[in-house]
Nanobody, 121 residues
Framework: QVQLVESGGGSVQAGGSLRLSCAASGYTYCMAWFRQAPGKEREGVAGISGIGSIRYADSVRGRFTVSKDNAKNTLYLQMNSLKPEDTAMYYC??????????????????WGQGTQVTVSS
């Protein structure tokens, strides 16, 4: 099972930017970012498959950019124009299936521990 370690969360004012990183201990086919706000279900944010297909949730498209450094087995999420509603715990996930339309992966086998993103108005 691949181990995932996220970093890069923090607090920022609305309109600001943050960059999240997720380092995997080995090869992963599909990697994605999910988030979970207090009292809400976990939702997909952005995912990238092994063949480079990328999907975003409607709520972040145009503001967030997901990328992957295959040589480093590291996933990134560049978050710009952050809004208070982006406040959540962000989780990295790795799966063996494809990327979903909502920005996740199927057949997820590994989750990171999460990194908190807080956006103040």
């Amino acid at each position: 099972q691949v181990q995932l370690v996220e970093s890069g969360g923090g607090s920022v004012q609305a309109g600001g930017s943050l960059r999240l990183s997720c380092a995997a201990s080995g090869y992963t086919y599909c990697m994605a970012w999910f988030r979970q706000a207090p009292g809400k279900e976990r939702e997909g944010v952005a995912g990238i498959s092994g063949i480079g297909s990328i999907r975003y949730a409607d709520s972040v498209r145009g503001r967030f950019t997901v990328s992957k450094d295959n040589a480093k087995n590291t996933l990134y999420l560049q978050m710009n124009s952050l809004k208070p509603e982006d406040t959540a715990m962000y989780y990295c996930a790795a799966g063996t299936g494809g990327v979903t339309s909502g920005g996740g992966c199927t057949n997820i086998g590994s989750w990171g521990q999460g990194t908190q993103v807080t956006v103040s108005s």
